[in-house]
């Protein structure tokens, strides 16, 4: 069974200020409105409505958190450069998905969702941009390849291959379709490495780990005694 389909839905976030505590280790998908987000988690996730696709892309305002278990998280990300949002609300998205990018600290990589026919906008570079200071990977899912002849993706995905090189050897591209479900098994492998979860080695999971969370936890809720029995098991 794929590693995703664990996803559940945990939480919609407006704030930065409500980022879930339990996350130990976090995958954020980003891309633009319409540029195929949605159905690219679902179908990761193997479940047609996860991720709602929505009839009027740019509505989500908000950080939708998927969980996998074990303080492992899926997240959601606002789709950005709608059109039709006024200019007005527009500004308070880019300071939530700048600081969300920039300093969450369990977010292990960003999952970039682009139209493979409008690889790279502005607003995508400008994401690239607050995010590379982080160090952290970046893969690049350039969907909807199934609208493009074979040849013409391949060209594609080696210019923003170049691209993504030239500003850091931790990004990288691939090219993917929600429509025909091609490359969702290398989106998996990729992302599952993100997250400490590759099919390739042993689950990281363990004891270890599970204190790590609830250590965590019980430090988020201020709980002195619980936390320090938690370091003590
Ligand atoms: P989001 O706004 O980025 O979450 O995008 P959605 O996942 O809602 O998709 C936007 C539109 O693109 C919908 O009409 C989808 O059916 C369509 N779409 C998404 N992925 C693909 C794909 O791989 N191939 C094709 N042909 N259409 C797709």
Known sequence: MSFFRQARFFRSVQELSDLPSE?????????????????????????RQLARVSKTPGRT????FFGLGEGLFLVDLPGYGYAKVPRATRAPWGVLLGTYVQTREPL????????????????????????????KPVHVLLTKADKLSRSLALQTLHKVRSKLAADSPHWTAQLFSSLKHTGVEAAEATLRIWLGRSAMQPA??????ERAARTKK????????????????
């Open 23 to 47: 996350s130990v280790r976090e995958i954020a998908f980003a891309g633009r409105s319409n540029s195929g987000k949605s159905s690219v988690i679902n179908a990761l996730a193997g479940q």
């Open 61 to 64: 305002q908000l950080i939708n």
């Open 108 to 135: 292990a990589g960003l999952a970039i969702v682009m139209d493979v026919r409008h690889p790279l906008t502005e607003l995508d570079r400008a994401l690239l941009d607050w995010f590379r200071p982080t160090g």
């Open 204 to 209: 990281q999971a363990g004891p270890g780990r």
């Open 218 to 233: 019980a430090r988020a809720k201020g709980d002195k005694a619980r936390e320090l029995k938690c370091l003590k098991d």
